[in-house]
């Protein structure tokens, strides 16, 4: 594999340009990004920066992308990194500060010209700031070990970014504009300065059994197709690509140098693979929608294709309510499983809360049991530095999904990882075949923690707060604590879920390039509030009624019924705000704005929809409402549909470079 830059030094040339050289090795190629044009250049060996140029003082350690905005390009660059572990002997590093650089010499990142600007690039903060960024500079973290060793030859003699899983190379629309310049100037190849990054987990511990040396490390890594947040991103897109997905590697290391033998074992998880949503209404538990569409099959198929193309066989276990609010998500996932008839899958259903119940958590064994044939035969992944072939290849994933992903996934996940990292211990002779995992508490304390702590930040990403059930993974017992996490994390959830996923979603549609703005495009629509005088006037009156109630608790009174008719007034307009506002639910959650969900939640075409409540109670400015949503939705998807042509242009190019190699 190529090397890439480690270190950069940035001078900035006034209005003129951007250099940045790399510290290692003296004379090599810079950089230089030239404002005013926008071109990029990689300059001969041993150039000098021009005498005009002032250093930055802070280091550069990697280009994170590229990204146009309404009023200007921006270059963003990593500024802080915090060393995370250490995995045949390559360091893996968190991205922890940036700083956002403007090419137009007019426009600053502190002070934006406009509120449209500083409201996207407080989108683009935010974003950078939440996420769990992890990169390495000479080993490839967006690919599983068995991945990087069928490659092995034909990755000698590309740069990194080539060779990058592309689902899992999470800014790689920030860095299209590098990409395209080194595929369209073969002498100009900028692969040194292009960092794949992953957003996700990584974690590496080590520990001792019955005298042998091992590490063991967990990385999880996150699809940048339909990416977003819990409520805002749900089931599967017509390219077949599913919410929150995630492929979960298992790594164990032995011996000294952690070279001796290397084992791994992958699991996925994603939505359930149809078109579906729920559809916010600020109650607790939303409205669930199904949608029937003409290519769902198509979607479907495609989705398990392409995993059984990646993986191999699929043991499809699915862990939603066979009952209740969830019944009509596991039905037609049923229906198309059925339907598709997808070869080397198996579909697994495991009614996660009726067999766990009263917190009888050991009875995942349930499902370890149903899934241990399917286990034995997909296998791991097991390279052994003594062997030139490897002693065993992973020839199927098991694919996990609850209605999030997140907490009985998690728990189910983790399970299984046990299950195998117990085989595996065994088969390389560390453990008898009489002994346990269990009974080596040292190498079990690592696993649990770092298998909650795992669960914790996906959560984090999807949902906005940590994992439940986190105590169960982490002591191997429910706990009443739990219990009492879980309440407070469920809270947390409905709030940030109702109330502030709206800008989160729009932070992952701009950085991974599902919306592009067109330049000096300002709608002050994007940072207005359009709703009718009365749907806003709602929460003041509540407020209003609310600070007057607490008022006249402090007032004097002459006698018990003083202030009757106050408290009455009050608490009658309290009452009628908060069924006003419960009324118009759908108008009071922080939707997304770039591109809004308005064809999911006034969808009328054929499916299921659990009720249809938060719509109102026939007042007519609803009309006018959904009526200046839907023209909003279609003067958006016209940049929707130019990153998508960016993307497929890039992507294309990628292949046939590929192929031509």
């Not at 929150?244 to 074992?265: A, K, P, R």
Request: glycine content about 6%; some cysteine.
């Amino acid at each position: 594999m190529k090397p890439l830059h480690q270190r950069l030094n940035l001078y900035i040339d006034g209005d003129d340009a951007y250099t940045f050289v790399p510290t290692e090795p003296i004379g090599a190629r810079s950089l230089t990004i030239y404002r005013n044009s926008g071109n990029v250049v990689l300059n001969p060996p041993n150039t000098p920066v021009s005498k005009t140029a002032e250093r930055s003082g802070k280091t550069i350690y990697g280009i994170f992308g590229l990204i146009s905005l309404a009023a200007s390009d921006y270059v963003i660059v990593i500024t802080g990194r915090e060393l995370r572990g250490n995995i045949l002997r390559q360091n893996v590093y968190r991205a922890t500060d940036y700083d956002i650089l403007p090419l137009n010499p007019t426009v600053s990142a502190q002070n934006p010209p406009n509120a449209v600007e500083a409201h996207l690039l407080a989108l683009v903060r935010s974003h950078l700031a939440g996420g769990l960024f992890f990169f390495s500079y000479e080993w490839d973290l967006t690919r599983r070990l068995q991945a990087q060793w069928s490659t092995i030859q034909q990755d000698s003699d590309r740069s990194l970014w080539e060779a990058a899983d592309d689902r899992f190379f999470w800014n790689k629309f920030l860095h299209s504009r590098l990409i395209e310049h080194t595929s369209a100037n073969p002498d100009q190849n900028l692969g040194p300065f292009i960092l794949p990054v992953i957003y996700g987990t990584f974690d590496i511990r080590p520990a001792n059994v019955n005298g042998h040396h091992l590490s063991l490390c967990l990385i999880s890594r996150r699809s940048r197709y339909r990416a977003g947040t819990r409520y805002f991103r749900r089931g599967i897109d017509h390219d077949g690509h599913v919410a929150n997905f995630n492929e979960t590697e298992q790594i164990l290391l032995v011996g000294n140098d952690d070279m001796s033998s290397q084992l791994s074992f992958v699991q996925i998880r994603g939505s359930v693979p149809v078109f579906w949503a729920e559809v916010n209404t600020l109650r607790y538990k939303p409205d669930v929608q199904v949608m029937e569409l003409q290519d769902t099959a198509d979607a479907f198929r495609k989705h398990l294709q392409e995993q059984v193309q990646l993986y191999g066989e699929q043991a499809l276990v699915n862990l939603v309510n066979h009952k209740g609010h969830e019944q009509p998500i596991k039905e037609a996932y049923e229906r198309y499983v059925a339907e598709a008839n997808v070869p080397k899958t198996r579909y697994e259903y495991f009614d996660f809360h009726n067999e766990c119940k009263n917190m009888r958590w050991d009875r995942i064994s349930v499902l370890i049991a149903k899934l241990e044939d399917d286990l034995v035969r997909q296998g791991y992944f097991h390279l052994d530095s003594a062997k030139p072939e490897p002693v065993k290849l992973q020839e199927g994933v098991v694919r996990t999904n609850c209605m999030d992903n997140l907490d009985r996934t998690n728990v189910s996940q983790a399970a299984l990882a046990k299950w195998t990292l117990e085989r595996q211990l065994k088969a390389l002779g560390i453990l008898q075949p009489s002994d346990s995992i269990d009974s080596h508490e040292e190498l079990m304390k690592e696993f649990r923690e770092m298998w909650s702590d795992h669960a914790n930040q996906i959560s984090i990403a999807y949902s906005g707060t940590g994992a439940l059930k986190t105590d169960f993974t982490r002591t191997g017992k429910r706990t009443r604590a739990g219990m009492l996490e879980d309440g407070y994390n469920s809270v947390m959830r409905y709030l940030k879920n109702n109330f502030f996923d709206g800008a989160r979603q729009d932070a992952y549609d701009l950085m991974t390039g599902a919306w592009v703005p067109r330049r000096g495009w300002t709608p002050s629509a994007l940072v207005r509030d359009d709703r009718p005088l009365i749907i806003r006037a709602a929460p003041y009156a509540m407020n209003f009624s609310l600070f007057m109630i607490c008022a006249g608790l402090t007032l004097p009174r002459t006698s018990e019924y003083s202030l009757f008719y106050y408290f009455l007034l009050w608490f009658a307009i309290l009452a009628l705000s908060l069924v006003f506002i419960f009324a118009h639910g759908i108008e009071y959650v922080n939707w997304p704005r770039l591109l809004p969900l308005t064809d999911i939640i006034y969808y009328e075409g054929p499916g299921f929809r659990s009720g249809h409540r938060g719509k109102g109670i026939g007042l007519p400015v609803l009309d006018s409402v959904k009526n200046k949503a839907g023209a909003k939705a279609r003067e958006i998807a016209d940049g929707h549909r130019r990153a998508k042509s960016k993307l497929w242009k890039l992507e294309a190019g990628a292949k046939e470079k590929e192929r031509v190699d």
